[in-house]
């Protein structure tokens, strides 16, 4: 099984709707992140969670909000969705920083599959 | 504030070729710097990790260095294979724990 799941994997919607992706991971991280990747501007960020009571802005988040239910459950809603939010939706987690092990890495970020949403 | 630039952006060579990706940084401050690639449509999958104070990681053919000083990561692949065709991304973790993207090299090896 994927360590980070997303929900729905493609979503079609119209102008005006609410929408909420989720994301859940099975790998006991702390930290999870919600990004968009369109065409040209690469990954850019747009709410990041270090734990459930600690929900942060990235660069681009107006226009939506996030819920963290849970260590493990991060969710992204777009409240009134328009066009221009059609892009490919990305959850990643990372752990917090450990003093390093021999032979281990940390704040390794892993990725979830993506949800391409289209807004028409 | 963080700007990650990676070049070239796009790479089309023959099969058995060793090829250098390159990825620069504006802010040195980075509690490490990770390689992803990205098949098209799909997620992304980590490839190497180099945390501040390593020089280089090295993964089978894929070798990546970190002069953090002068802001630069390079990966190194070594004997490309057509299944080596994707997106490289880089991405360094700010000291505010948030990774900045580069908009990524796309690589096509031919058979």
């Known amino acids: 099984d994927a360590d980070v799941t997303q929900t729905p994997r493609n979503r079609i919607t119209k102008t005006g709707k609410r929408i909420m992706l989720e994301c859940s991971q099975t790998?006991?991280?702390?930290?999870m992140y919600w990004y968009r990747q369109d065409p040209g501007l690469g990954l850019r960020l747009i709410y990041y969670s270090f734990d459930v009571k600690d929900i942060n802005k990235g660069e681009i988040s107006d226009g939506y909000s996030v819920s963290r239910q849970a260590q493990a459950k991060f969710s992204l809603s777009l409240e009134s969705a328009i066009p221009n939010q059609t892009a490919l939706y990305f959850c990643?987690?990372?752990?917090?920083?450990?003093?390093?092990?021999?032979?281990?890495?940390?704040?390794?970020?892993?990725f979830g599959p993506g949800t391409r949403l289209t807004v028409l | 504030k963080q700007e990650v630039t990676q070049i070239p952006a796009a790479l089309s060579v023959p099969e058995g070729e060793n090829l250098v990706l390159n990825c620069s940084f504006t802010d040195s401050a980075i509690y490490n710097l990770q390689w992803f690639r990205q098949d098209p449509g799909k997620g992304l999958t980590s490839l190497l990790l180099i945390q501040s104070s390593q020089r280089e990681q090295t993964s089978g053919r894929l070798n990546a260095s970190l002069d953090k000083s002068s802001g630069r990561s390079t990966l190194y692949i070594a004997a490309s294979q057509p299944g080596d065709s994707a997106t490289y991304l880089c991405a360094p973790l700010s000291r505010t724990y948030k990774y900045i993207f580069g908009t990524g090299t796309r690589l096509k090896v031919l058979a």
């Open positions: 990643a987690t990372s752990d917090l920083q450990r003093p390093q092990l021999a032979g281990l890495s940390y704040n390794e970020q892993f």
């Open positions: 790998k006991g991280h702390d930290r």
